[in-house]
């Protein structure tokens, strides 16, 4: 039976708890009177359906749910002195290792160290500067679009790390240029499903490193490029599967792949790490008054496996402000490069010509394991300003999938979702106080 609500606590969440404490502690001492500090919060109410019976980006069907974009936070924000500064945030949302659950997860739990005003340092949890909207995207309101483009967004193996930034601003008659650096590490649940076998989350620890260059000109238009590399493995210190030989075996076997070493065969080829290097470029241009272009392409190269997420993404969205309505069409695009998206096809006809049901089951169970992507996605949308710190949006997206997409859950018993229109509506209401 499902466990209603999940309130996740890891060693990385204690660590960036840890990590203030012992800041604090080396902090000069901060008299009562001249401790300043802000409660904010923020909330985004979400509501989406579409027009298919099977799950789509996780909670999404023809029955509708408030659970892909729902999210509720709130943010202490400690100032010390002039140079130490703290900041807890916390948020209530679908939880990232049950499909049934809540979570209160700590998304910022950090301390800042400000020598001056072009540095700054910060340790404990914090989110990676890696797209234009990463570090504000559970705040709808600081943005038009109801949703920030899967294509994109979900690109990455995570956006959240426990370690340490630095970041180093100059300001420059363009505008101002900051270079963010960081380290750190993350415990992650990565969820696969499975037709036969159901929804399964693989535990993984991954450690982060990179960097990313940021120009803001006058005019509020914004350019961004970045790397980013993490290095995954999991937490109980098993091997990751990188290749599936093929093996012909002859009658009653015939040919498949040995996804198990189980089934007959040399073995299946393993690594102790997995790598993603991504690199993003992104730029949110002014181009006339109340007209805007924002544009994010990600490439994601993963290494040390044949069975991963080998991706490009990017989209292209305009945005035309009228008063207090800011309509917006969004073209967005996700596509699987290089062996994962042939070794995914592959599985799919091994276990249809398969006459063994239990291998058929196992090919077709690998198939669905590696997180592959064909999609293409059109969305127009609306934004209305109902106050300052409050807007409520709509929005229609049509979604193609190709060949096939790991956001589709394919129902049990059939073959995998490919060449379909999922068409999805969407509303939201996002505050801010």
């Known amino acids: 039976m499902p466990t209603p609500y999940v309130v996740p606590l890891n060693r990385l969440g204690l660590a960036a708890w840890l990590a203030l404490a012992t800041a604090a502690g080396l902090m000069p001492p901060a008299h009562a009177e001249g401790l300043d500090w802000r409660l904010s919060g923020f ?24 659970k892909r974009d729902s999210v509720f936070g709130t943010q202490l924000d400690l100032q010390f002195n002039p140079a130490w500064s703290a900041t807890v945030q916390a948020t209530l949302a679908p939880s990232l290792s049950d499909d049934h659950g809540l979570a209160v997860t700590a998304t910022w739990a950090f ?6 005003n072009d540095w700054l340092v910060r340790l404990g949890r914090q989110r990676i500067p890696l797209f234009l909207h990463t570090e504000n995207r559970d705040v709808g309101q600081t943005y ?14 995570s956006t959240d790390m426990t370690g340490l930034s630095v970041s180093r601003t100059w300001q420059q008659p363009a505008g101002e240029w900051s270079l963010d650096a960081y380290a750190g590490a993350d415990d992650l649940s990565v969820r696969v499903s499975s037709r036969d076998l159901g929804t399964d989350f693989l535990r993984v620890h991954t450690r982060v490193v990179g960097a990313a260059l940021t120009l803001r000109l006058e005019d509020a238009s914004t350019f961004r490029a970045s790397l980013y590399r993490a290095t995954t493995e999991k937490r109980d ?17 015939g040919s498949y792949y040995q996804v198990s070493n189980a089934l007959p065969g040399p073995g ?5 790490t997995i790598v993603n290097d991504v690199v993003t470029l992104g730029a949110d241009l002014n181009l006339a008054p109340d007209w805007r272009l924002v544009g ?7 290494r040390r496996t044949d069975l991963g997420s080998s991706t490009v993404g990017a989209y292209l969205a305009l945005l035309r402000r009228i008063d207090r309505v800011t309509p917006y069409v969004v073209v967005s695009h996700l596509r699987s490069l290089g062996a994962s998206m042939r070794n995914a096809q592959a599985l799919e006809q091994a276990s249809q010509a398969a006459i063994i049901p239990d291998l058929a089951l196992a090919q077709r169970a690998a198939g669905d394991s590696i997180p592959v992507y064909d999609q293409t996605a059109l969305s127009l949308g609306l934004s209305y300003a109902l106050t300052p710190h409050s807007k409520l949006k709509g929005e229609w997206m049509r979604t193609r999938i190709g060949k096939r997409s790991a956001m589709v859950d394919s129902p049990a018993g059939s073959a995998v979702v490919s060449r379909e229109l999922i068409n999805t509506l969407s509303i939201s209401y996002s505050f801010v106080f």
């Open 43 to 66: 909330g985004t109410a979400g509501w989406a359906q579409t027009d298919r019976p099977y799950a789509y980006q996780r909670f999404l069907s023809d029955q509708g749910s408030f």
């Open 111 to 116: 301390v800042s160290w400000r020598p001056d």
């Open 144 to 157: 038009d679009l109801l949703r920030l483009p899967a294509e994109v967004y979900g690109i990455a193996p």
């Open 237 to 253: 210190g098993s091997p990751l599967d990188a290749r599936y030989p093929r093996v012909d075996a002859g009658f009653p076997l």
């Open 268 to 272: 299946v080829d393993t690594t102790d």
């Open 296 to 302: 994010e392409v990600a490439r994601n190269f993963q």
